[in-house]
């Protein structure tokens, strides 16, 4: 690039003499309150044509971004309903089948007091002391063992209100009940028990 040597009068107004921190002129440095009292400086600097002012930027800011770590969400472990006291697997799926048979269409709080029936009797003493010696019972309920309901939606729910009733949920539906029978059914031996409550359309006994 080609450079001339020019002479120009620098006209620096006092007001800006408070705002230059250094100004060099052909080589040497003026203080700021010098600049600001000169009229007229003879600047005999080598200038390069077409020169523009540089900027410095400094090259070593790095912006790092940090990762963020967010725990995800922690689902709930689905509760697991295991056989509890003195009741087997077996005698669960027998009560479960029993649930399903005589009370799949009715409400669960129903279906829980249907499996308090059984359970009731078993403690009695009166009964047989499990569950599928209960629903084995003449004139009791059924075969169980015949019954297979597993292609059946709703079994999925008797299994699950089984174990609950195991482990005591629905116990005070009916409390004390041993014996329900549908609502519109009628007869002497039930017209002698104690009634408990109607619950949906069953009616529960003593």
Same mark, same amino acid.
């Given at each position: 690039?080609?450079?001339?040597?020019?002479?120009? *009068?620098? %006209?620096?107004?006092? !007001?800006? &003499?408070?705002?230059?921190?250094?100004?060099?002129?052909?080589?040497?440095?003026?203080?700021?309150? @010098?600049a600001?009292?000169?009229?007229?400086?003879?600047?005999?600097?080598?200038?390069?044509?077409?020169?523009? *002012?540089?900027?410095?930027? #400094?090259?070593?800011?790095?912006?790092?971004? %940090?990762? =963020?770590?967010?725990?995800?969400?922690?689902? *709930?472990?689905?509760?697991?309903l !295991?056989?509890?006291?003195?009741?087997?697997? !077996?005698?669960?799926?027998?009560?479960?089948?029993?649930?399903?048979?005589?009370? #799949?269409? %009715?409400?669960?709080?129903?279906?829980?007091?249907?499996?308090?029936?059984?359970?009731?009797?078993?403690? +009695?003493?009166r009964?047989?002391?499990?569950?599928?010696? =209960?629903?084995?019972?003449?004139? %009791?309920?059924?075969?169980?063992?015949?019954?297979?309901?597993?292609? @059946?939606?709703?079994?999925?729910? +008797?299994?699950?209100? !089984?174990?609950?009733?195991?482990?005591?949920?629905?116990?005070?539906?009916? *409390? &004390?009940?041993?014996f329900?029978? +549908?609502?519109?059914?009628? +007869?002497?031996?039930?017209?002698?028990?104690?009634?408990? #409550?109607?619950?949906?359309?069953?009616?529960?006994?003593?």
């Open positions: 690039m080609n450079t001339k040597r020019i002479i120009r *009068p620098l %006209q620096v107004l006092p !007001a800006l &003499g408070a705002l230059i921190a250094t100004t060099v002129i052909g080589g040497s440095a003026i203080g700021a309150n @010098d600001a009292n000169a009229s007229t400086v003879e600047d005999t600097t080598s200038v390069e044509i077409g020169m523009v *002012p540089q900027v410095t930027v #400094a090259h070593n800011i790095e912006f790092v971004s %940090q990762p =963020v770590e967010q725990p995800l969400p922690v689902e *709930p472990e689905p509760e697991v !295991a056989a509890s006291g003195d009741h087997s697997e !077996a005698d669960i799926l027998c009560l479960a089948k029993i649930i399903h048979h005589e009370s #799949a269409n %009715q409400p669960e709080h129903v279906q829980l007091a249907v499996a308090s029936v059984v359970l009731n009797r078993v403690e +009695s003493g009964f047989a002391p499990t569950i599928c010696g =209960v629903a084995l019972q003449p004139k %009791q309920f059924f075969n169980v063992h015949a019954y297979r309901p597993f292609g @059946d939606p709703r079994w999925e729910t +008797s299994q699950r209100l !089984a174990r609950e009733a195991v482990q005591g949920k629905g116990r005070d539906h009916a *409390p &004390g009940a041993l329900f029978r +549908s609502a519109g059914y009628q +007869s002497s031996f039930f017209r002698s028990r104690p009634h408990i #409550a109607r619950l949906g359309d069953l009616d529960f006994h003593k």
